[in-house]
Every structure is written in structure tokens, then in C-alpha cells.
């Protein structure tokens, strides 16, 4: 039997990010810095003979995790956030939500005490971010929506959050969909 189900009723029902991967050369400078500067929790550890696996929590269902690797010649770099870089065809950087603008300011303050370099506060219109490296060169974003699409039914039409003058294939076929 068919039936005329769209892939969305199939979909499967996500419930957040359970965890980004990330590489460390240094996991002691990361738990610094990932749990004593930006507060993250630590909430989970895997300790073998070839490598660590350490998991940091930003929020319910949503860690991000390093590996750090024994006896690996892993060379970190620094890349800047939104700058093209040859040696990252795969990742930019991380964008880390918070509650408001009051969080984004006070964790501009504590990047800023603990002797790290952050950028002025970028507007992006729905969004405001600040800009920062990690101690393994990640590039990293802290962000607040000022206002949130997440969490509602998406509005293709609603220009605040799909405002691409010349959208791909698939968004045409999603806007056309939504009638």
C-alpha cells in the first residue's frame, strides 16, 4: 500500500545536536577554556590508551566534544570566522546560542577578562554575534536571535529570515510548496 505521506511526515523527530566532534592538541587548555572561561559544563569524559573524548554541555541535548589523539601529528591552525580558508573546506566555525543580548555583552566581558581576543558586537539584523578563537584556533561565534525562527512552522516568504535574492533549487520548490 502507498501512501501520499511528504518527507517531512517521516522525518525523524530531532531533539537538538547531541554532539559537534572537534580535535584538541590540548585537552587541559580546552577544559580551561571550554568550562573556566566560556562555562560550559563538562558532563561527560572517555579515557582510553589512543585517545580522550571529552563532551561540554551549551544547553539540553546539545554538547560539543573534543578528541584529543595520543602520539597524533595533528598541526592546529588558526582560521578567522566567515574568512575562506583553503586548509577548512569543511567547517567555518561554531555559532553558540544564547538567551539575549544582557548574556552576549557579559560573555564579551568574561572573553575579554580571561585575556582572549573578541570582536565588537556584529549586527546581522535577526541575529547579533560576537567572534572569537578557541585555544586550538577553532573559530568561534556566540550569537542571540533578536528574533527566533527556531522552535515554528517556517515562513519561506518572511524575507527577516529568508532573504536570498536568488534562492537554490530546493528553497524555489519549498516557497512554491508553501503556496
Not at 10 to 32: F, S
Not at 78 to 102: M, T, W, Y
Not at 133 to 153: F, H, K
Request: hydrophobic share 40%; charged share 20%; net charge negative.
Amino acid at each position: 500500500m502507498t501512501t501520499n505521506r511528504s518527507p517531512q511526515d517521516t522525518a525523524p523527530r530531532w531533539c537538538g545536536i547531541n554532539h559537534l566532534a572537534l580535535i584538541t592538541t590540548d585537552m587541559d587548555a580546552t577544559v580551561r577554556f571550554y568550562h573556566g572561561v566560556l562555562g560550559a559544563r563538562l558532563v561527560a569524559t572517555i579515557g582510553k590508551p589512543e585517545f580522550r573524548h571529552y563532551f561540554f554541555e551549551f544547553g539540553p541535548h546539545c554538547t560539543v566534544a573534543f578528541f584529543e589523539y595520543a602520539g597524533a601529528g595533528i598541526e592546529p591552525f588558526s582560521k578567522a570566522a566567515g574568512v575562506p580558508d583553503a586548509r577548512a573546506a569543511q567547517f567555518d566555525h561554531l555559532a553558540l546560542n544564547l538567551p539575549d543580548e544582557d548574556a552576549l555583552h557579559e560573555l564579551k566581558r568574561r572573553l575579554k577578562s580571561a585575556h582572549y581576543q573578541v570582536t565588537d558586537i556584529i549586527d546581522h539584523d535577526t541575529v547579533r554575534s560576537i567572534y572569537f578563537t578557541d585555544p586550538n584556533g577553532i573559530a568561534l561565534e556566540a550569537s542571540w536571535w533578536v528574533v527566533d525562527p527556531t522552535g515554528r512552522s517556517s515562513d519561506y516568504g518572511d524575507e527577516r529570515f529568508f532573504a536570498d535574492a536568488n534562492p537554490v533549487p530546493a528553497l524555489q520548490e519549498l516557497l512554491q510548496s508553501q503556496g
